[in-house]
């Protein structure tokens, strides 16, 4: 069975830290991505990567950056969290492109910044 | 630019009601277009899909047809049961020129007994 595993399910932070979310996927595929979820706007697209080493600014990158140095991680880094990155995080693999896109998804980590 | 819109909620229905999500999208190319599911506590996943035009995606009594004329793709079951209440994401991915997969805003389903 497919798995996309985020390490963890809930995380509370102060406001300044430094915060890591992981993922892990054993389904050798080629892209990875982020996305935050929040009530009434959907899911938006943080960061994606199509290779290891390689990442590409989504939709609202500000606050985050990434990080893939093997192919079936992809870390989410928070240099200097803040409240209003309070949200849920999901973690996605897919095929490459050439696929019909069809995204896996983690379970979620619910991060709250205090 | 591309988007995808779909109905607000929350929905609220009684078991075996008929349900539809609308879901409509703005798309230069032609994307491919999907339902995901959210369970309460869980992650997306993959509920049905279309590819092409006039494609229909089926899954657990769920329907969906690609209809390229009204640029929708409407979520249907003919009887809803309470395993049902979740979060519903229409979603349409261009299969050319990028990797991203643009969401609606989600549809809260509830299936009272």
């Known amino acids: 069975d497919v798995k996309v595993t985020q390490s963890s399910r809930y995380l509370v932070k102060r406001t300044g830290e430094k915060v890591f979310l992981e993922c892990v996927q054993d389904?050798?595929?080629?892209?990875m991505f982020w996305y935050r979820q929040d009530p009434g706007l959907g899911l938006r697209l943080i960061y994606f990567?199509?290779?290891?080493?390689?990442?590409e600014k989504g939709d609202i990158p500000e606050g985050y950056s990434v990080s893939r140095e093997k192919k079936e991680r992809f870390s989410l880094i928070l240099e200097s969290a803040s409240t209003n990155q309070t949200s849920m995080y999901l973690c996605?693999?897919?095929?490459?492109?050439?696929?019909?896109?069809?995204?896996?998804f983690g379970e979620g980590s619910r991060l709250t910044v205090l | 630019g591309n988007s995808v819109t779909q109905m607000e909620g929350p929905v609220t229905l009684s078991e075996e009601a008929f349900l539809t999500i609308n879901c409509t999208y703005t798309?230069?190319?032609?994307?491919?277009l999907f339902w995901y599911v959210q369970y309460p506590g869980e992650g997306l996943q993959l509920l049905l899909k279309?590819?092409?035009?006039?494609d229909k995606g089926s899954n657990k009594g769920f329907e969906a047809t690609y209809r390229k004329e009204t640029t929708s793709f409407h979520l249907e079951k003919g009887s809803v049961q309470v395993s049902d209440s979740a979060v519903y994401f229409c979603?349409?991915?261009?299969?050319?020129?990028?990797?991203?997969?643009?969401f609606g805003a989600g549809t809260r389903l509830f299936v009272k007994a």
């Open positions: 996605a693999s897919s095929l490459p492109e050439r696929n019909t896109g069809e995204l896996f």
């Open positions: 389904m050798d595929h080629e892209n």
């Open positions: 990567s199509y290779d290891v080493k390689m990442k």
């Open positions: 798309a230069t190319g032609y994307p491919s």
């Open positions: 279309a590819t092409k035009a006039d």
């Open positions: 979603a349409l991915n261009l299969n050319t020129g990028g990797f991203k997969t643009i």
